[in-house]
């Protein structure tokens, strides 16, 4: 089993930046893939980001390319999005995850955390 949870969802400007955290705890978080998600109202939920076991080959939509960088952090069983340059588009609850199987892009990983609300105000 993964627990992850996430921190630093707010309410922010459109323009503004936030960081998301995810701090995991369980099996060996190293070992996963960990990833982003969001859910906006009456949306169904959407792939944001993704970044390999190792913490390299980051992945984003194209929604978010150029705004959003996730990282990995092993040593420290956590991770990150650091969001910039946001739109009220963006708002949304944003889930962390991680999985062992290459089902991130699938919509389908391993492990979900409980989300972090981000709302961008216009």
């Known amino acids: 089993q993964v627990q992850l949870v996430e921190s630093g969802g707010g309410l922010v400007q459109a323009g503004g930046s936030l960081t998301l955290s995810c701090a995991a705890s369980g099996r060996t978080f190293s070992c996963y893939s960990m990833g982003w998600f969001r859910q906006a109202p009456g949306k169904e939920r959407e792939f944001v980001a993704a970044i390999s076991w190792s913490g390299g080959n980051p992945y984003y939509a194209d929604s978010v390319k150029g705004r959003f960088t996730i990282s990995k952090d092993n040593a420290k069983n956590t991770g990150d999005l650091q969001m910039n340059s946001l739109k009220p588009e963006d708002t949304a609850v944003y889930y962390c995850?991680?999985?062992?199987?290459?089902?991130?892009?699938?919509?389908?990983?391993?492990?979900w955390g409980q989300g972090t609300q981000v709302t961008v105000s216009s």
């Open positions: 995850a991680a999985d062992l199987r290459s089902r991130m892009l699938r919509g389908t990983p391993d492990y």
